[in-house]
């Protein structure tokens, strides 16, 4: 089966690149959602709590207890609010709340542009007054912003947004409470010292989608793709191979297979140019469901060492490239 190789000196890179910025380890909420953007969910939870980070952000609550004995505190993103001792939950609407177990900690996402999740604006006042009512306890109130990794003043128009929320949750003699607003992009573009608190995602593994009229981090790919070789053949000038025979050979070549495809979570891009590895091989013909065809004999080749870089020919984002990773594919830390 293909493997990922983990650099754990690169991630301790990114994860110091950041503290520098906030001033803190604690500070830092490292989002270990979605397997840890393919990475693997509980091997970075425990590189994270390795370098010193103490908190973490991840999806669900089955996440969550996993990764329980790495962190003293832990945000889930979705999933109804339940009374845990390490664990607060988003409330993502006002139905959030009724359905929110009595005594849970909560935090409130304010929906100050996105229109994505979060309760509007105007609902602040309700929210907290239902939160009061259901006993809840209110840790955090928070918000997601839509454009922080695109070249506008959308950033600074939510952050207004988001003060006039922080203000108006301050007059109501709320205490105790933290405010966070800053994503991976977010933490980019903008000073970290003030913030209580940074959700830091994909710029832990190592990206920035920022365009490069900004100044950003030096980051270092976590994450790298690799392949192991199952069969040699002798092709002739003209023979095909793999599904419908996509490829065809323009001279005497060596070709072999390696052990990936879509079943692995690598993108079939049928209709696309194609793909041509870290190692400046082109992947020949169709992905197969287990299988691609390289001319080669290595016994192992590396596909991608920058999924950013993967994305671009995918037509993609390094996110997505990533996240796709089957989450059984072996991993090994270098």
Known sequence: MAFIKINKQNFFHNLTQFTLKTGSKEQIGIVLKDNAYGHGLELMAKLSQEFGLTQ??????????????????????????VCDDICSFTLNALEDI????????????????????????????????????????????MTHNRSADELSSELFWQQKNFKKIVDLTMSNSLKN?????FNSASSLRLP??????????????????????????????????????VATRHLKKGERVGYGGQFEAKKNMIVSTYDLGYGDGWMRNNDLKPFITA????????VSMDYILLESTKEEVCIFDNALFA???????????????????PKIVI
Not at 177 to 181: E, L, Q, V, W
Not at 279 to 286: A, F, S, V, W, Y
């Open 56 to 81: 973490a952000v991840v999806r669900t609550f089955n996440e969550a207890k996993l990764i329980k004995p790495y962190f003293k505190h832990i945000l889930v993103l979705g999933d109804r609010a």
């Open 98 to 141: 009724s359905k929110a177990q009595k005594g849970s900690k909560v935090e409130l996402k304010v929906d100050t542009g996105m229109h994505r999740n979060g309760i509007a604006m105007d609902n602040l006042e309700t929210a907290l007054q239902q939160i009061k009512e259901k006993g809840l306890i209110l840790k955090g109130v």
């Open 177 to 181: 409470i933290r405010f966070h607003s």
């Open 192 to 229: 970290c010292q003030n913030q209580t608190f940074i959700r830091l995602g994909i710029g832990a593994y190592g990206y920035s989608e920022l365009p490069s009229i900004h100044k950003t981090l030096n980051l270092k790919p976590v994450l790298s793709l690799w392949a192991k070789k």
């Open 279 to 286: 190692e400046n091989l082109e992947i020949l013909g169709r």
């Open 311 to 329: 994305g671009k020919q995918l037509k993609t984002i390094s996110y997505e490239v990533m996240t796709l990773l089957n989450m059984n594919i």
